[in-house]
């Protein structure tokens, strides 16, 4: 594939965590990379920021910055304003950044890193497969659900899983012609995909992923975000519309937003920041309904977070 990259500095290592955003997304991503940094200061892996366009980051973070020019491979998949080229060009990382690294941790930019060895996830053994993901929330408590998105384009049940954490052996995503037969498939059903990107992604891979613990994708919803204070969460991410940086309703405790408006106006002072507010015990009712919810679905988690013995363990 003719995937072009220019990078601002080389690589380092031979894995690497990497974001893919735009400039509206880059104060996130770059939130998000600072934090993983700052729990692996010895880290044995480069932490990337990549983009279809030059970005300004800040060189004091010490982050490599890739821009990837994929030559309009996306250009038939129904690009919006919410799910741009960088939304896709995961898809094209491991081909662009071959040449650097065996391993790639991806990312969204919606996280918030709490902690984890990030140099164990990257050296995990795949099973020869081309890469791994925590399963999406919709099957944590109901695992045979047939996603909707895969029913409506006709394929079999089966696990389903979120594509915001990504873990990709790149020789293995390679030799499975990953980033070709998702081009073709994105190309044949731009129209079809309910939820583009990860319906893409779970068309191409049915059946090919393992699957990690959700410790590393702990999917923040209303069914989920109180057991995530019970347990050693590495990643959390806001799979929902309410983010720290745009929370009008006060779904998330304050302490998301705080930390952001923290790094934001150390390393990106003109943009706007959020503005913490106090969150669901601010909502007469929200805590009693979120603990309602909770302790209706507490059995079914618990069976799911039963499967792995532990943060590494790899399910086929």
């Known amino acids: 594939m003719d995937v072009r990259v220019e990078s601002d500095r080389p690589a380092r290592h031979r894995h690497a965590v990497v974001f893919c955003c735009d400039d509206n997304y880059l104060p996130y991503a770059a939130f998000a990379a600072a934090q993983i940094a700052q729990l692996a200061p010895e880290r044995d892996f480069d932490i990337v920021i990549c983009a279809d ?17 994929a030559g309009g491979m996306f250009d038939g998949f129904g690009l919006d304003a919410r799910r741009t080229v960088s939304t896709y060009l995961r898809l094209a990382v491991p081909e662009a950044l071959a040449r650097d690294y065996d391993r790639i941790l991806y990312l969204d930019s919606d996280v918030f890193v709490r902690g984890g060895d990030f140099d164990a996830l990257l050296r995990v053994d795949l099973g020869g497969r081309p890469a791994a993901a925590v399963r999406d929330n919709q099957q944590w408590r109901t ?6 998105d895969l029913k409506a384009l006709g394929l079999p049940n089966g696990a389903y899983f979120n594509a915001g954490v990504m873990l990709i052996d790149v020789a293995a995503w390679r030799g499975g012609r990953v980033l070709e037969r998702a081009l073709e498939f994105g190309q044949n059903n731009a129209g079809r995909m309910r939820h583009k990107d990860q319906t893409l992604l779970n068309a191409v891979l049915q059946g090919e992923w393992a699957e990690i613990a959700p410790v590393w994708n702990w999917q923040y919803t209303r069914a989920s975000r109180l057991f995530e204070a019970m347990l050693d969460t590495h990643v959390v991410h806001f799979i929902g519309p309410a983010k720290p940086w745009a929370d009008p309703e006060h779904r998330l405790p304050p302490q998301f937003a705080a930390g952001l408006a923290r790094f934001m106006a150390r390393w990106f002072p003109d943009r706007s920041r959020p503005v913490p507010g106090r969150g669901p015990m601010g909502v007469p009712g929200a805590a009693r309904a979120l603990a309602w919810t909770h302790l209706r679905g507490a059995g079914r988690t618990e069976a799911y977070l039963g499967r792995f013995a532990g943060d590494l363990t790899v399910l086929p």
């Open 53 to 69: 366009t030059r970005l300004e980051l800040p060189d004091a973070l010490g982050l490599r910055h890739c821009v990837i020019d």
């Open 143 to 148: 695992p045979g659900r047939h996603a909707a």
